[in-house]
């Protein structure tokens, strides 16, 4: 049988097994893994990794906040993703207060679908639970989105009681509840404190969001899913204290799962010491913790009691939107500056030069974590996340050696900063498969655009 392309003489990494195969595509989809596949098209894969698409679980694309919309779009954000191996990103809908949530996410659907060139799909953001959102809830199940986010701080915060009617809906309805979970008095008290002795500066930021503010909403959280018997999957983890919540949960069977984020591995809050108003471009919540806080999230990330690495890209320009566009001697408080922090390209290329070659992690967890897990997860999986026939042809090939110097020079993220600057890595992808196209070639985008698809997931 011939096949429209093969790939040959690779190394075959999945989220359990190493081997040497070949891989036959055809349609867009994995067809055949196996020997001496033949096709007019034949890649050749020797010395490199070969790996399912990688997955981003939490974006933040053409978000719109007061300080304006998150720098990168659909177009940019998606194609950046992609030059690091990411084919599949899931970003948030957010419905207007009068909005329904269908409405919301038709729009959100159409905005992306006219610009991304990967494919994508979202989570549902949950900011209100009176009844007519509630009753919407399987319907958005219908429509293909299995994850509805909460918050237990910022303005879409929920109250405990509307948290458990969130988990509870959502749980009855087969689907997962994620939550953004810091305890909101103590940060509104800190803030305000440090601000009324004008201790406005970004190193004040991390001491308003001190990691108890974490630990308490994550067990609070966790008490509250257990009381309504559903599944709870708690994003951008950044503490031990979080970390230690979540695996007593698991270990007392409840269906608890946790995600962590780049930053919280590789950066310490020192970074909000940096001179001047440096500081500013680390301002994301949760914050930069310590390095006790990263130890923790690279053990559970090697054991695989997490198996979620999202990036949290929700990028802001530091010249122009970081600092308000106010000059240098007018420069905003740290509760002004516009939260978020870039990386959706380097991913899972920092993961394999800081986690995969310190011997940290084994090369299968880190497919796991940056692909797999994802997808199982949130029910993309094995159309995604997985090198099996029937299984979308999104395939990596990953140079483990190729050395490559972070700056916002390399890469494609519209910003312009990044908050890797100067970070050496060992090891890049230089080709990426998106359903069986060539979409990153040697560092070039040489796919159509637009072409991503929105993946509708099922329970
Ligand atoms: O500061 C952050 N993380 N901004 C993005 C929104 C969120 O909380 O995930
Ligand atoms: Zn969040
Ligand atoms: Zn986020």
């Not at 990494?13 to 349609?27: E, L, Y």
């Not at 040489?446 to 099922?458: C, E, M, N, T, W």
Request: aromatic share 8%; with cysteine; hydrophobic share 40%.
């Amino acid at each position: 049988m011939k096949y429209d392309l093969v790939i040959e003489n690779g190394t075959l990494v999945t989220a359990t097994d190493t081997f040497q195969a070949s891989i036959g595509i055809r349609d867009g989809q994995i067809a055949a893994i196996g020997q001496d596949l033949s096709a007019d098209q034949v890649v050749d894969a020797a010395g490199l990794l070969v790996l399912p698409g990688f997955i981003d679980p939490h974006v933040h694309l053409d978000m719109p906040t007061p300080a304006g919309n998150s720098s990168d779009d659909w177009f940019t954000g998606t194609r950046a993703a992609a030059f690091g191996g990411t084919t599949t990103v899931i970003d948030f809908v957010e419905a207007e207060r009068e909005e329904t949530l269908l409405h919301a996410l038709d729009a959100r659907r159409n905005l992306a679908a006219s610009q991304a060139v990967i494919d994508f799909t979202f989570h549902m953001t949950l900011d209100r639970t009176n009844d007519n959102t509630l009753a919407e809830i399987p319907a958005v199940i219908a429509a293909g989105l299995t994850s509805f986010k909460c918050y237990t701080t910022y303005a879409m915060r929920l109250d405990d009681a509307q948290l458990l009617s969130a988990l509870k809906v959502v749980g009855n309805a087969g689907g997962l509840t994620i939550v953004h979970s810091e305890n909101d008095a103590i940060v509104n008290r800190l803030r305000a404190d440090f601000l009324a002795v004008g201790k406005t500066e970004p190193r004040y930021h991390p001491l308003s969001r001190p990691a108890e503010s974490e630990g308490e909403a994550v067990e609070r959280v966790l008490a509250l899913a257990q009381v309504a018997g559903a599944p709870v999957l708690i994003v951008h983890v950044s503490t031990r204290l979080g970390v230690e919540a979540i695996q007593r949960a698991q270990s007392r069977g409840q269906a608890a799962y946790g995600e962590t984020c780049p930053q919280y591995l590789l950066l310490t809050d020192e970074a909000y010491s940096a001179p001047g108003f440096e500081g500013a471009k680390f301002i994301c919540s949760p914050p930069l913790r310590k390095a006790d806080d990263q130890n923790a999230l690279w053990k559970v990330l090697a054991d695989g009691s997490f198996r979620v690495l999202g990036t949290d890209h929700c990028p802001f320009f530091y010249h122009g939107t970081k600092n308000l566009g106010r000059p240098l001697d007018d420069l905003p408080p740290f509760t002004q500056i516009p939260g978020g922090i870039p990386g959706i390209e380097a991913r899972p290329s920092l993961l394999y030069t800081y986690g995969v070659r310190t011997g940290r992690l084994s090369l299968n967890r880190w497919v796991d974590f940056c692909s797999t897990g994802p997808a199982q997860t949130y029910k993309l999986y094995p159309r995604k996340g997985a090198l099996v026939t029937g299984a979308d042809a999104d395939i990596v090939l990953f140079d483990p050696h190729k050395p490559v110097k972070l700056s916002t020079a390399f890469l494609h993220e519209n910003v312009d900063y990044t908050p890797y600057e100067g970070f050496e890595l060992s090891g890049w992808p230089v080709k990426v498969f998106s359903r069986g196209q060539l979409i990153i070639d040697h560092g070039e985008y040489v796919g159509a655009a637009p072409r991503g698809q929105f993946i509708p997931r099922k329970i």
